[in-house]
């Protein structure tokens, strides 16, 4: 009897080394796959601030085009007016003239 108690423990224990390494495998493997998701957010946020930075960079850009391209549209609209007013000086002489040489 106390030879299959002993043959008894020893399995149990032989079940319970199996078991515990079966344990620690997985906890391993738990690790290891929370080391991966650890690295994949932090790539993830780092594409995503470079990301940012990007975006950030281009409406910077947009900005400055709206900024170049109102100010060629100001200068644009300065010339005309300068242009319409000289042309309206112009025709006002021109009709002067015509009345002088008319008149004579």
Do not use: N, P
């Amino acid at each position: 009897l106390a030879e299959r108690e002993v043959r008894g423990i020893r399995r149990a224990f032989r079940v319970s080394d199996k078991l515990h390494a079966r344990i620690l495998r997985r906890i391993v493997e738990i690790e290891e796959e929370l080391e991966e998701k650890e690295k994949f957010r932090a790539m993830r946020a780092k594409m995503t601030s470079i990301g940012s930075q990007r975006a950030t960079q281009l409406r910077t850009q947009v900005q400055e085009a709206e900024a170049e391209w109102m100010a060629e549209r100001a200068a644009h609209m300065r010339e005309r007016s300068e242009y319409e007013a000289a042309r309206s000086e112009a025709e006002r002489r021109l009709g002067d003239l015509r009345d002088r040489a008319a008149a004579l």
